[in-house]
């Protein structure tokens, strides 16, 4: 099966960019996601990208795909202290509905 | 709406004793998943059910059950629970006859503890 691994926490400065990121292993993903998991809380779809794209933007947020190396990263700029949050990187293969999620990224922002 | 309510919210468990996690998704979606989430291991997958009717074994099925007799309920099954099964565990739906990205929405978790 797909291995999916993430560093565990991040810490950086409000108004500073953040950077999580997420290697995988199954090149066959179709779809990458990340989700954002705010404390005592499920998870909830940030963003995603489809495996034919190298780059996606919304607003604050950019991610970017590395096929050749198997890198997917999400970039937050101007960071906020609502922004605190475990990131979970995640790939979809083929038509079935399974994700497998990564470990999960802890971003503290301080003031 | 509601979305997938999961039931309890928490709970402590005696060690050999069995237990049942309820949840339950309003919004018609074929596919129900359950998950684990455990510090430095992420989300595990435990059971899936791709259709009402049908179930399927994830990355950690072991000491679990699960049944999917009608779209909205997917309730989990402990038998006999063992501490290392202390853990959030979070029930979520999706359904890929829906436009991309096919996105998993997920239950607000239960977190239980056996002792």
């Known amino acids: 099966g797909e291995d999916v691994e993430q560093s565990l926490f991040l810490s950086v400065r409000e108004g500073d960019s953040s950077v999580i990121n997420c290697t995988y292993t199954?090149?066959?993903?179709?779809?990458l996601y990340w989700y954002k998991q705010e404390p005592g809380a499920g998870l909830q779809l940030l963003t995603y990208?489809?495996?034919?794209?190298d780059m996606k933007q919304d607003q604050r947020l950019t991610v970017l795909l590395n096929k050749k190396d198997k890198h997917l990263s999400l970039r937050i700029a101007d960071t906020q202290t609502g922004d605190s949050a475990i990131y979970f990187c995640?790939?979809?293969?083929?038509?079935?509905?399974?994700?497998?999620f990564g470990t999960g990224t802890r971003l503290q922002v301080t003031l | 709406t509601a979305g997938i309510t999961q039931a309890p919210t928490s709970q402590i468990l005696a060690a050999g004793r069995s237990m049942t996690l309820r949840c339950t998704q309003d919004?018609?979606?074929?596919?129900m998943y359950w998950y684990r989430q455990d510090l430095g291991l992420g989300l595990r997958l435990i059971h899936y059910?791709?259709?009402?009717?049908?179930?399927g074994k994830g990355e950690v099925p072991d000491g679990y059950s699960v049944s999917r007799a009608n779209t909205d309920d997917f309730p989990l099954t402990l038998a006999s629970a063992v501490p290392s099964q202390t853990s959030v565990y979070f029930c979520?739906?999706?359904?890929?006859?829906?436009?991309?990205?096919?996105?998993?929405?997920f239950g607000p978790g239960t977190r239980l503890t056996v002792t």
């Open positions: 979520a739906s999706g359904d890929v006859k829906l436009a991309p990205p096919y996105e998993q929405y």
């Open positions: 199954d090149s066959s993903s179709t779809y």
């Open positions: 990208i489809f495996s034919n794209m």
């Open positions: 995640a790939g979809k293969t083929g038509t079935a509905s399974k994700l497998t």
């Open positions: 919004m018609r979606h074929n596919a």
């Open positions: 059910s791709n259709t009402a009717g049908t179930t």
